[in-house]
């Protein structure tokens, strides 16, 4: 039999594909936090709870009225997206001028919040969430068993992330993006309203968790406790990759899923910490991270 | 040609300062400046490092941390605006560090720029006056020299066609054959009917393309002279300016 790396192929390409699936949530997971950092300047610790209450938000379509998982796929992150707009309103609009330590009590305790609010309701157990039955089935690759909502999840991981960076760096819409993030008093002068920009992309980035929720809804259960768990890789991802790099964060979150998923089948025992040694090892070398520039 | 500048400005002034006051801060920059412009004239505001010129710029666009008196833009009064509504009524601002977003490409700082009023320049309009965007079109902004910075930041704001530009000392730190080229655009763009407030601190510069020059001290205007008479003044000009 072939074999790569020393591994068989069969062995080698399930063990990529396995990676490929968490690296879609990583990626577009700290995707929403990059996009957010860069124009707030505020790391969103709230965005694990967001994340969470997209998986939630789905839940309850379904469960109390009856909507499934495609028109959850976008009133979810829209209706979770638009709490992230109220908050960014009322609480965030007064911090952007005091330092960032404020930014990070605010956001880690609005997280507390509302993650003990949904374990009291909901306890701490997951709730099922069925795939819709065009993606349930399985596609046998004769190495490996393949669930389709699984291709499904990477394939629109990729599609959301190319989308989103095209529109950053390749559109008018992103320009203003940039130069706010640059120089946001400056655009203010030119006659953007950029306080407007910042509630927007506020709103965009916390849907984006809500997005992650609702697709890893059938794959991990939806539970109060799914933010938490997922969130110190999110933002070590974040920090390898360089914050508020948008290209950086979605290449570092594919790469370190593929990375963690190699670790589990060379060394189980590593797995969990092989993303938090690849940090220490990357911010040694390269403290503003991969794709991250100093100012 | 045009008229007599004593003639202009007895006409109600496009841009009306009274009794501004601003803030650094904690510290008081400005302390009653009055001034006024009239349509389609080009006025300087001369004065040494610290006088307040800047600021003045800065309190016009509303991106002063406090400022009280009265600034009236074409009879509208612009101070308490945030800085977006007070460019969208019709100013450019061009200031000193030149502002090019150094992420964005010469064409995308170049296109930025919201359009706030009728009859702004073409792009290829702008490229003919300021040759070197054209060539380092797809160049990002921070790869540009001094003088291409300061060329796309006079460049983008009159796409915009915003009929008042605020040029916060356009010609410091470049070479004289750059300066040469900033002042036949500000030439030609008072012919063309723009009114230009000008923050100078070369008094040569100041002089070959203004009508009415103001002197700053201490955060208020301590004397105003017309352009015919800067050669008479010349000595007094130069003491303000401690050259």
Known sequence: ?295 | MHEPFSEQRSLSPMLEIRRLEGWYGESHVLHGMNLSIGEGEVVTLLGRNGAGKTTTLRAIMGILDRAEGSIVFRGRELLGLPPERIARSGIGYCPEERGIFSDLTVEENLLLLPVVGEGGMRVDQIHTLFPNLKERRTSYGTKLSGGEQQMLAIGRILRTGAKLLLLDEPTEGLAPVIVEQIGVAIRLLKQKGFTILLVEQNFHFASSVADRHYVVEGGKVVDEVGNADVAARSQQLQAYLGV
Request: charged letters at 10%; proline letters at 5%; a positive charge.
């Open chain 1, 1 to 295: 039999m072939m074999s790569i790396f020393s591994m068989p192929a069969d062995v080698f390409l399930g063990q990529l594909l396995l990676g490929l699936i968490n690296g879609s949530f990583y990626a577009i997971l700290s995707l929403g936090l990059a996009v957010i950092f860069g124009l707030l300047q505020i790391i969103n610790f709230t965005h694990g709870a967001q994340y969470m209450m997209g998986a939630f938000v789905a839940w309850m379509l379904l469960h109390y009225f009856g909507i499934g998982y495609w028109p959850a796929l976008i009133l979810s992150p829209l209706l979770v997206g638009l709490l992230g707009v109220l908050l960014e309103r009322t609480l965030f609009r007064k911090l952007y001028n005091l330092d960032h330590i404020y930014g990070f009590l605010l956001t880690y305790g609005v997280a507390l919040v509302v993650e003990s609010a949904f374990r009291a309701q909901y306890g701490v157990s997951g709730q099922p969430y069925r795939p819709p039955s065009a993606l349930s089935g399985i596609i046998d690759l004769d190495f490996m068993v393949l669930p389709i909502y699984r291709l499904w999840v990477v394939a629109a991981s990729i599609v959301v992330c190319a989308a989103t960076w095209i529109v950053v760096e390749k559109t008018k819409l992103g320009a203003y993006l940039r130069a706010a993030t640059e120089k946001p008093v400056l655009l203010r002068a030119f006659g953007v309203n950029v306080p407007r920009m910042i509630m927007i992309t506020y709103g965009f980035g916390v849907g984006l968790a809500a997005l992650a929720g609702v697709l890893a809804a059938p794959i991990y259960q939806v539970s109060s406790i799914m933010g938490g768990n997922i969130m110190p890789v999110i933002f070590a991802v974040v920090v390898i990759g360089g914050m508020g790099s948008i290209g950086g964060a979605i290449l570092t979150g594919f790469c370190l899923g593929i990375l963690e998923a190699f670790a589990k089948l060379l060394y189980p025992p590593a797995a969990s910490t092989v993303i938090f040694i690849a940090m220490i090892l990357i911010l040694t070398v390269r403290p503003a991270g991969l794709f991250g520039r100093t100012r």
